[in-house]
């Protein structure tokens, strides 16, 4: 079946530099997709969304690039810090009245100082 | 700032047994989802629920999972009789509607659910 996946489990980087995580998804009826950060013990935590019609957002120290012809989102996060230390999945939302989430395998983020 | 609960934290039981999971959404918000997380992997969807009905389940909800909505705030998931392949982290969601805008899932902290 479809599904979304992420390129990389683990991702070490140093204390200020920037963050790229990537995701590939495959259900080219999503329309709606998402970032969500997860800590340790917690559940997932929304980080920036975007739709389809759109190619780039920005939020306060990310920034979420979809690509739909080779069906690819990536999550830019600048000066990372100690706190952005968590995994990271993505979610792709097909269309449809339910909305559910297709999330991908999680990208384990550590910073290192 | 508004959060959606969920109780308990850590539910132990043995196989066979009864368990319901409870949630408390968002106040305002319409659409509820029930995930689950098996250790180390990725979250999956079980059930979707909107005007006192599922309106989506996968094919992990099977005839042992039940949902409601009892009263105005709570939101429950219950297993019939549990299997140790039900061990995981459950995940309560909640949506304030299908505007645009407003189709953010906003989780809780999750139930433990171990089966001995």
């Known amino acids: 079946g479809e599904s979304v996946g992420l390129h990389l489990p683990t991702l070490s980087v140093q204390e200020g530099d920037n963050s790229i995580i990537n995701c590939a998804y495959s259900?080219?009826?999503?329309?709606?997709f998402i970032w969500y950060k997860q800590e340790s013990g917690k559940g997932p935590q929304f980080i920036i969304d975007?739709?389809?019609?759109?190619d780039k957002r920005q939020g306060q120290r990310v920034t979420v690039l979809l690509n739909k012809t080779v069906k690819h989102l990536s999550l830019q996060i600048a000066a990372t810090q100690p706190g952005d230390s968590a995994v990271y999945f993505c979610a792709e939302m097909p269309e449809g009245s339910a909305r559910q989430l297709t999330f991908g395998s999680g990208t384990q983020l550590t910073v290192l100082p | 700032e508004p959060e959606v609960t969920q109780t308990p934290s850590h539910q132990v039981t043995q196989m066979g047994q009864e368990v319901i999971l409870r949630c408390v959404p968002i106040?305002?918000?319409?659409?509820f989802y029930w995930y689950r997380q098996i250790l180390g992997q990725k979250v999956e969807f079980l059930v979707s629920f909107y005007n006192n009905e599922i309106s989506e389940k996968s094919e992990i909800f099977d005839d042992q999972f039940s949902v409601e909505r009892p009263d105005g705030s709570n939101f429950t998931l219950k297993i019939r009789s549990t299997k140790l392949e039900d061990s995981a982290m459950y995940f309560c969601a909640s949506r304030e509607s299908g505007r645009a805008g407003k189709n953010i899932q906003y989780f809780g902290a999750g139930t433990r659910l171990s089966v001995l």
């Open positions: 259900n080219s009826a999503s329309d709606y």
């Open positions: 975007i739709r389809s019609n759109m």
């Open positions: 106040s305002n918000h319409l659409y």
